[in-house]
């Protein structure tokens, strides 16, 4: 069981950057990979990205050399950060968790493998 908050969405100009963050509790902070999706306005919850429990990243291919995830597992935080944002990145963004102590054959890039998630955090890009 474990319970996250987004944060340090808001408002940024096209070519800004912008970082949020993702803190969990409840749980065993280091057991899970943790993921980011992202739902803009008319369109599907899309996957962005994930950081596994040994620091692993996977990003899809519209956001690579862009975004940058990175877990603390100190301070049970995982952060999605943002560089040369497009209006495109508009979006509600969520983090997801899941226990990766089990051997799964479901992917990142599905809603499905994912067992926990926040509430989300709107990012507005400006042109």
């Known amino acids: 069981q474990v319970q996250l908050v987004e944060s340090g969405g808001g408002l940024v100009q096209a070519g800004g950057s912008l970082r949020v963050s993702c803190a969990a509790s409840?749980?065993?902070?280091?057991?899970?990979?943790m993921g980011w999706f992202r739902q803009a306005p008319g369109k599907e919850r899309e996957f962005v990205g994930a950081?596994?429990?040994?620091?692993?990243?996977y990003y899809i291919d519209s956001v690579k050399g862009r975004f940058t995830i990175s877990r603390d597992n100190v301070k049970n935080l995982v952060y999605l950060q943002m560089t040369s944002l497009k209006a495109e990145d508009t979006a509600v963004y969520y983090c997801a968790a899941r226990d990766a102590r089990t051997w799964t054959s479901l992917t990142y890039y599905s809603s499905t493998y994912w067992h926990y998630w926040g509430q989300g955090t709107q990012v507005t890009v400006s042109s």
């Open positions: 950081i596994r429990r040994d620091s692993a990243t």
């Open positions: 409840g749980s065993t902070f280091s057991w899970y990979n």
